[in-house]
């Protein structure tokens, strides 16, 4: 669990970088792919998430049902893993899980707000000691002032990018195909294999971009 005070970034915008599938590649550097795979609700849908992990570990992706709720003038996002029929595990990558993540972005004032970030994922793979401990240390932080720092730069962004275009604020722009809740289920983590990274030594880790 995390927070971050945004100043000069109305709860609105950050609302929006956290939607905004086709801006995440401007500023998610972990990011190696993101797509929306279908809606269930006008605020919940189904999504595909690829992760570049730090060399020699293998990269994780996740495919999540996600949901939001604007509350008055503070917003809230989850989401949890699901299976889905049509994306099962890749062999090039680590299916991991997320239990349950969810970002509270609080007003604070008219042109200001507080980010709080709470996950609890499982990595799956048998991960080094090390590596867990600096991932709670460095890559959470480093990733909320990431957020931040695309949230000042949104808005200039947006005006050059289909700006009245905002399908998780008006759901009739949403072109996804409905999912049926019959297709999905819980990603349980002890049904999906176990990759045992335990025996990487910590001074092998590629420096490229693992404290982005």
Sequence with gaps: QTRISCKDVPAET????LHDTRYRKKWDSNMIETYDIGRLTV???????????PSPLKNRD?????????LG?????????????KYPPRKDFVRAVSLQ????IKANGA???????????????SLPKWVVNRVSQF???KA???????GLKYPEWKRKHDPGYKPWVYPEQNTLPSVSLDELSVQHADSLENIDETGLPEDHLSTSDHEA
Aim: proline content about 6%; aromatic content about 18%.
């Design 14 to 17: 950050l609302y929006d970088v």
């Design 43 to 53: 605020n919940a849908d189904v999504g595909y998430y690829s992760w570049k992990c």
């Design 62 to 70: 996740f495919v999540t049902l996600r949901s939001w709720l604007p």
């Design 73 to 85: 003038n503070d917003y809230m996002i989850i989401n949890y893993s699901v299976k889905h029929p």
């Design 101 to 104: 993540t969810g970002y509270l």
């Design 111 to 125: 042109g200001a707000c507080v980010l709080y970030y709470l996950t609890q994922v499982d990595p799956r793979g």
């Design 139 to 141: 890559v959470a932080p």
């Design 144 to 150: 909320m002032k990431k957020i931040y720092k695309a």
